[in-house]
T-cell receptor, first 110, second 115 residues
Framework: DAKTTQPPSMDCAEGRAANLPCNHS???????VYWYRQIHSQGPQYIIHGLKNNETNEMASLIITEDRKSSTLILPHATLRDTAVYYCIVRVKSGNQFYFGTGTSLTVIP | NAGVMQNPRHLVRRRGQEARLRCSPMKGHSHVYWYRQLPEEGLKFMVYLQKENIIDESGMPKERFSAEFPKEGPSILRIQQVVRGDSAAYFC?????????????FGQGTRLTVV
């Protein structure tokens, strides 16, 4: 069953920050929040993940609320190549699988 | 360090034939996951394997589908007597451990077309 809720689509102007929200109100204390993206029909690409603290890497930043019930993926300077479907995933406790919901289709506009 | 390698990238089979999809995990990764993506749909979990063991096959169809990850060599997803509804992209992912803290990396997929 889906454990995350994301808007189905978003637009972002090229060069601006893209802020992709995710609701995971039933997350458990030891479950991680992961973000992947799928460009066209390629294999999903790992972006970032976190447990409690905010995280940043060369691709993006992940902001997790203090109650951990929601998070935001931030692409600081969106480019046309960031157009993709972005999946917010709560990694189940056993770590056996990633559940991919419907994701957010992000379109970066020139 | 090469990424997850899947082959073939494209596979065409006639109805009733067998399809074999191969996945070589990243070096040092002993955990493999298979996902299926039907056209215009999201990824659906199929099976999770460690070396020589199937850990979770809750997403595998009960008939015609099987998976293995032998001690030596790639993981194989086998589909017997393929039907048109099996046409999809099949993705493999690998991770070094089972832990929720470790990310999994995906291959580029095998696109199966049943004619």
């Amino acid at each position: 069953d889906a454990k995350t809720t994301q808007p189905p689509s978003m637009d972002c102007a090229e060069g601006r920050a893209a802020n992709l929200p995710c609701n995971h109100s039933t997350i458990s204390g030891n479950e991680y929040v992961y973000w992947y993206r799928q460009i066209h029909s390629q294999g999903p690409q790992y972006i970032i993940h976190g447990l409690k603290n905010n995280e940043t890497n060369e691709m993006a930043s992940l902001i997790i609320t203090e109650d951990r019930k929601s998070s935001t993926l931030i692409l600081p300077h969106a480019t046309l190549r960031d157009t993709a479907v972005y999946y917010c995933i709560v990694r189940v406790k056993s770590g056996n699988q990633f559940y991919f919901g419907t994701g957010t289709s992000l379109t970066v506009i020139p | 360090n090469a990424g997850v390698m899947q082959n073939p990238r494209h596979l065409v089979r006639r109805r009733g034939q067998e399809a074999r999809l191969r996945c070589s995990p990243m070096k040092g990764h002993s955990h493999v996951y298979w996902y299926r993506q039907l056209p215009e749909e999201g990824l659906k979990f199929m099976v999770y394997l460690q070396k020589e063991n199937i850990i979770d096959e809750s997403g595998m169809p009960k008939e015609r589908f099987s998976a293995e990850f032998p001690k030596e060599g790639p993981s194989i997803l086998r589909i017997q007597q393929v039907v048109r509804g099996d046409s999809a992209a099949y993705f493999c992912a690998s991770s070094p451990t089972q832990g929720a803290a470790d990310e999994a990396f995906f291959g580029q997929g095998t696109r199966l077309t049943v004619v």
